[in-house]
């Protein structure tokens, strides 16, 4: 089961201290072939990222705090476009991580880690049920981590698991021309058969027989 922690955070944008839920422990039953990772109870992805309640600004719990530097231009942004959108109530798990998504991309993360976020929020909607919120996000996050790929930002050995991992997204999304031509490259990327193969049987079953879970 999933343990829950509440906590206190200071945010570094407006200084307001809010009490937020962190994830303690839990057990993994599942993964997705897009490696949404299932736990018993309480799924732990929406307590993962936290958002201060009154200006918005969003990020994991080492992204608050006294050591947390943020650019003036950052604050603007959160202060403009977060602030007067929030609402009254508690932010869904996909909001929050499009939330940090949007940060990350003011901070000027790599494209790599705002795709993480947008398919973190698309796991979230799985869970929440808004089909056309899933495909929205897993189409940024598709594109971010093309990006990145194209970028040459990524490291050699992981060049085939996230080739693979945009075949699946595309084929998620329903674009099944675009899916089989990312599972297709997916040989072509790799630099370790003997660690590797798996990825290569994985991406020629999402293209020809696709599964909903690895295990």
């Known amino acids: 089961m999933t343990t829950l922690h509440r906590i206190e955070l200071p945010c570094p944008i407006c200084f307001f201290t809010f009490g937020s839920l962190t994830v303690v422990s839990s057990n993994l039953v599942g993964k997705r072939t897009d490696f949404h990772e299932r736990s018993e109870g309480a799924q732990p992805l929406p307590y993962l990222i936290h958002s201060c309640s009154k200006c918005g600004y969003t990020g994991s719990e080492q992204d608050f705090g006294d050591d947390a530097a ?3 231009a950052v604050r603007e942004h ?4 977060l602030a007067p959108t929030l609402p009254s109530g508690p932010l869904a798990g996909s909001d929050k991580y499009e939330l940090a998504a949007k940060v990350s ?3 000027g993360a790599e494209p790599r880690r705002v795709a993480d976020l947008f398919l973190r929020a698309a796991w979230c ?3 929440e049920g808004d089909v056309e919120a899933e495909r929205y996000f ?3 996050a598709a594109w971010g981590f093309e990006n990145a790929l194209d970028s040459q930002h990524v490291d050699r050995d992981e060049r085939p698991l996230l080739t693979y991992l945009v ?3 595309w084929r998620r999304i329903g674009d099944v021309r675009h899916a089989r031509q990312w599972f297709d490259r997916v040989p072509s ?3 370790n058969a003997g660690d590797q193969n798996w990825m290569v049987r994985a991406a020629q079953q999402q293209r020809d027989k696709p599964r909903e879970w690895f295990w």
């Open 70 to 72: 943020l650019e003036p």
């Open 78 to 81: 959160v202060w403009d476009e």
């Open 105 to 107: 991309m003011w901070q």
């Open 125 to 127: 909607c799985v869970d």
């Open 138 to 140: 897993r189409r940024h």
């Open 167 to 169: 075949g699946e997204l």
């Open 189 to 191: 990327e790799i630099t």
